[in-house]
């Protein structure tokens, strides 16, 4: 299998696009590609998945860690001809310092992948050569490889020859493809991309141009055997229906985490908010996943599904609500355009949605559980609420009864005994 990291000099410079157009080039080539997504995005992985037909799973040395990384990226791309990772912001940025923890760089290192580097390209010529080679040095000095350079929004042939030769001329990394700058463009909202059922994929194969050799020597062979990991063999969830919420206003959703709860023998109900449907009847434990309720709120006021949700948790059975999923269970939630509508009434707050954001970073609860914080959102109350959690830093979210709600979206193999409590 051939393997790759793709990285962006920073948060922009059309990385996201450049991943999207090399998987639909690998699929357009009848080869079997395996997508994956450096950190804890939601929204790109699932734009992967709209092209390749397969979930795209996250890798990431910080939340998820670096053995369960390696595991999940030999599990995963098993059967597959290549393996593409798509990297976070830019190739060095993470939790910590410079390439450290959470960081693309930190990323490749550990998975021991070459990077190809995207650069933007509208108006430099010769300034990618200080570019690149900054880049390089940087990683050669983490043992991480460049071994590939792909310009997005090139002005001409003439531009992209340019390119070419000047990395040439320096002995850097090869130009291995390039994107034409009026190339369709992602549309994006508060939290990232807008969802591929929105708007459809676009074709990039008239913008985007590969040299199909220098691109396959870009790829490093990556071992076929799976890495061993230690795993308990406790199905600590057997004999459980575990309902989990999901539509278009809870779409954020880890594949990992759903085969968690299969591996702890869980038996999966999947129901929707905005089709009013109730709580399957047959569910022990619910979860309620984030997305977009602020964008569905006039439905959600409307929806059939309140009843059941409220007698589920009155009845003390157990219920985690992650970010939009918590935003549900309050009074009410405040629309980006200050519209008011009511949820499930269950918890004493309104959910309010803001400008600006509110709140991003990895989290962790005391007792090993990890997860990520990303909203635009907060949480309005004049009730003292206990709290759900013990995190340093972040939402600690809401108690009650049997329920958990914060905005916090967890990652349940981080910490497996104390997951499956909560849904216990």
Not at 73 to 98: P, T, Y
Not at 110 to 136: E, N, Q, R, Y
């Amino acid at each position: 299998m051939k393997i790759a990291l793709l990285a962006g000099t920073q948060s922009g410079c059309g990385k996201t696009t450049i991943m999207l157009a090399l998987l639909q080039h690998f699929c357009r080539s009848k080869r079997t590609v395996a997508a994956f997504k450096s950190g804890p995005d939601f929204l790109d992985p699932l734009w992967h998945q709209a092209i390749t037909g397969r979930p795209s799973y996250n890798l990431d040395t910080e939340m998820i860690g670096t053995a369960l990384s390696r595991h999940i990226l030999s599990e995963q791309a098993e059967d597959a001809d290549w393996a593409l990772i798509e990297g976070a912001m830019g190739l060095f940025d993470g939790r910590h310092g410079v390439g450290e923890s959470g960081s693309a760089a930190d990323l490749a290192k550990v998975l021991h992948t070459p990077v190809i580097l995207v650069v933007d390209a509208k108006g430099i010529s010769g300034s990618i050569v200080p570019l690149v080679s900054g880049f390089c040095s940087y990683a050669a000095n983490m043992d991480v490889t460049i071994a590939g350079v792909i310009a997005n929004r090139v002005g001409s042939e003439h531009h992209a020859e340019l390119l070419r030769n000047f990395l040439a001329d320096h002995d850097l990394p090869p130009l291995v493809a390039w994107m034409m700058k009026d190339a369709p463009v992602l549309k994006e909202r508060h939290l990232g991309l807008m969802r591929p059922d929105e708007g459809g994929i676009a074709d990039f194969d008239d913008f985007f141009h590969v040299d199909d050799v220098a691109l396959t020597d870009a790829f490093d062979d990556y071992p076929r055997q799976r890495e061993a990991i230690s795993v308990s063999r406790s199905r600590r969830l057997a004999g459980k229906t575990v309902a989990i919420a999901r539509d278009a206003a809870c779409c954020f959703i880890y594949p990992a985490n759903v085969d968690w709860l299969l591996a702890q023998g869980a038996g999966l109900r999947y129901f929707s908010l905005l089709a009013g449907d109730p709580v399957p009847p047959a569910a022990d434990a619910l979860w309620l996943p984030g997305g977009y309720p602020e964008l569905y709120g006039e439905q959600l006021a409307h929806s059939a599904s309140w009843p059941s949700l409220r007698q589920f948790i009155e009845d003390h059975k157990p219920v985690l609500a992650e970010c939009g999923g918590a935003m549900l269970l309050g009074e009410k939630l405040i629309d980006q355009d200050g519209i008011s509508w009511s949820m499930a009434n269950l918890l004493p707050y309104a959910s309010r949605m803001q400008d600006r954001l509110a709140a991003l970073g990895y989290r962790e609860d005391s007792r090993g559980v990890k997860g990520h914080e990303f909203h635009h959102s907060a949480r309005v109350t004049t009730t003292d609420l206990p709290p759900a959690f013990n995190c340093r830093r972040g939402d600690c979210g809401v108690r009650y009864k049997n329920l958990r709600a914060s905005y916090i979206h967890w990652y349940f193999a981080s910490a497996s005994d104390i997951v499956a409590g909560w849904f216990s």
